[in-house]
């Protein structure tokens, strides 16, 4: 069973920058694809990017080129390092894990998450 701990959301002005930071409990972790997904309040969950186990990153249109995801194997930690920061980026920002995913986008192809941590960008 694998635990996910996201830390790093905050309260952020338009146009200003996070990191995300997202600790697996797995030593093995290196071997999971690892994503970042996000839910607004009374939307469903929506895919932000997700890293394959092997390097290979995808992004949602909506955040390509704001958002860069990356992974540090020695810390067993997946970050999320978010720029040009927009208030519809704000929500619950989740990391979900899990080992050669199907269909990378789809919250439902990951068995591990984290608790989610609150980013709210103020315009």
């Known amino acids: 069973q694998v635990q996910l701990v996201e830390s790093g959301g905050e309260l952020v002005q338009a146009g200003g920058s996070l990191r995300l930071s997202c600790t697996a409990s797995e030593r093995t972790f290196n071997g999971y694809d690892t994503g970042w997904f996000r839910q607004a309040p009374g939307k469903e969950r929506e895919f932000v990017a997700v890293?394959?186990?092997?390097?290979?990153?995808f992004y949602a249109d909506s955040v390509e080129g704001r958002f860069f995801i990356s992974r540090d194997n020695a810390k067993n930690t997946v970050y999320l390092q978010m720029n040009s920061l927009k208030p519809d980026d704000t929500a619950v920002y989740y990391c979900?894990?899990?080992?050669?995913?199907?269909?990378?986008?789809?919250?439902?192809?990951?068995?591990?998450w984290g608790q989610g941590t609150q980013v709210t960008v103020s315009s």
């Open positions: 979900a894990a899990g080992m050669n995913v199907v269909s990378l986008r789809y919250p439902a192809r990951y068995p591990y």
């Open positions: 890293r394959r186990s092997y390097g290979t990153t």
